[in-house]
C-alpha cells in the first residue's frame, strides 16, 4: 500500500504546517481510533413526577465528578447543555458557570433539558485516555396545563428523565450509570396524594361509576314517583266506583281515568328515561374529567417556570375537590329531576 511506503523528511519545516506530537505512528493510530471508534452503550429511563432545577445539575455534576475521582484518571473535555423552551426556541449553554448565571428575560419557560458531558479517561488497561460521553435528557408534559403561557408548537416530551452513557469500558459505564441513576431516582416523586392518584389512575372506571349510580338514582326516584301516581290512579276510582249511580257508569269512569292517566304516565316515564340516561352519561364524563390529572414534572430554570409549576400544582391540588362538589351537585340534580317527576305525575 501507498502509505507503507511514506517516508517523512529528516528535517521538517513546522512553517509549513506540521505538527510534531509525543506519539510513534502505532501509538497516534490506536490513540485516534480510541477517539473514533464506536463506543457501548448503556441507558436508563425514569418516569414519574419531578421538580429538576440549577441543584439538581450542580449535584449529578458532583455526582458525577466524585465517582470518576474515585475510578481512574480522567478529565473533563466538554460539559454543554441545551434548554428547549415551550415556543420551541432553543439556548445551549456552556459550562455549570452558565446554568448559574443564566437570566431569561423572555415569558417562557423549559420543558427539555439535555445535559452532555464528554471525558477522557485513562484507563489501566489501556495505553491511552478513551473518549466516554454521558448524556442526560429531562423531558416535560408541563405545557399542556398553562395554555395562557402557551406560545404554539408546544411538542410533548413526556415526564422522564433518561440516561445514556457512551462508553468503552462496560464496568465503568454501567458503576456510573447506577451512581447517576441513584440520585435521579430520588428526584421522583413517591407516594404522594393517595386518594388524587387512585382516582386519576382509574379514571374511566370512576366516570362508568358515577353514571351507573346518578341512573340508578334516577330509577328509584321515579319508581317513587310511579307508586305514588298509582295510588293516586287508584283513589280516584274508588272515588268514582263510589259515587256512581250505576254499574256501567262506574266501570266507564274507571276505563277513563285509567287510559287518561296510564297514558300521561307513559310519555312523562318515555322522557324521564330519556333524560336520565343522558343526564347520567354527560354526568360520568364530566367526573371523568375531573378526576383524570395527568402526572406532570417541572424544569425549574426560569421565573416563569416557578410561577408555572405553583400555578399548576395548584389546579391539581383542587381537583378533588371539584370532584366532591360534583357528586354533590348529582345528588342535587337527582332529587330535583326525582320531584319534578312526581309532581307532573300527580297533576
Avoid: C
Avoid at 513546522?14 to 463506543?39: C, E, M, T, V, W
Avoid at 395562557?148 to 413526556?158: A, D, S
Amino acid at each position: 500500500m501507498a502509505d507503507e511506503n511514506l517516508e517523512l523528511p529528516a528535517e521538517i519545516d513546522f512553517s509549513k504546517g506540521y505538527l510534531k506530537l509525543p506519539f510513534g505512528q502505532d501509538q497516534f493510530s490506536k490513540f485516534i481510533a480510541s477517539l473514533l471508534g464506536k463506543p457501548q452503550t448503556i441507558s436508563k429511563t425514569f418516569e414519574g413526577e419531578f421538580s429538576f432545577d440549577l441543584n439538581s445539575i450542580r449535584n449529578i455534576f458532583h455526582v458525577i465528578e466524585q465517582r470518576l475521582s474515585q475510578q481512574s484518571e480522567a478529565y473533563m473535555v466538554q460539559f454543554s447543555g441545551t434548554i428547549t423552551f415551550n415556543d420551541n426556541s432553543t439556548v445551549t449553554l456552556d459550562g455549570i458557570d452558565s446554568f448559574a448565571t443564566y437570566n431569561e428575560f423572555r415569558p417562557i419557560f423549559p420543558v427539555k433539558l439535555s445535559l452532555d458531558w464528554i471525558y477522557m479517561v485513562q484507563f489501566k488497561d489501556k495505553d491511552f485516555p478513551e473518549k466516554q460521553e454521558i448524556i442526560l435528557e429531562v423531558s416535560t408534559t408541563a405545557g399542556k396545563y398553562t395554555n395562557e403561557f402557551y406560545l404554539g408548537g408546544y411538542i410533548n416530551y413526556g415526564n422522564k428523565i433518561d440516561i445514556r452513557i457512551f462508553h468503552t469500558n462496560r464496568i465503568w459505564g454501567t458503576d456510573l450509570l447506577l451512581a447517576i441513576g441513584g440520585y435521579v431516582e430520588s428526584l421522583i416523586e413517591q407516594g404522594n396524594h393517595r386518594s388524587r392518584n387512585f382516582l386519576s389512575k382509574y379514571y374511566e372506571a370512576v366516570g362508568w361509576l358515577s353514571a351507573i349510580l346518578l341512573f340508578l338514582g334516577f330509577a328509584l326516584g321515579g319508581y317513587i314517583a310511579m307508586t305514588s301516581a298509582s295510588s293516586n290512579t287508584v283513589a280516584e276510582i274508588n272515588q268514582i266506583t263510589t259515587n256512581a249511580e250505576t254499574v256501567t257508569t262506574a266501570i266507564s269512569g274507571a276505563i277513563e281515568t285509567i287510559f287518561r292517566d296510564q297514558s300521561k304516565l307513559f310519555l312523562l316515564i318515555n322522557l324521564y328515561s330519556i333524560a336520565s340516561v343522558f343526564l347520567s352519561i354527560f354526568f360520568g364524563f364530566i367526573v371523568s374529567g375531573i378526576v383524570h390529572v395527568e402526572k406532570t414534572a417541572f424544569i425549574l430554570l426560569t421565573e416563569l417556570s416557578y410561577r408555572n409549576k405553583k400555578k399548576v400544582v395548584d389546579q391539581k391540588n383542587k381537583r378533588l375537590l371539584a370532584f366532591l362538589f360534583s357528586i354533590a351537585i348529582g345528588i342535587l340534580i337527582n332529587i330535583i329531576s326525582s320531584y319534578i317527576f312526581g309532581f307532573l305525575t300527580s297533576i
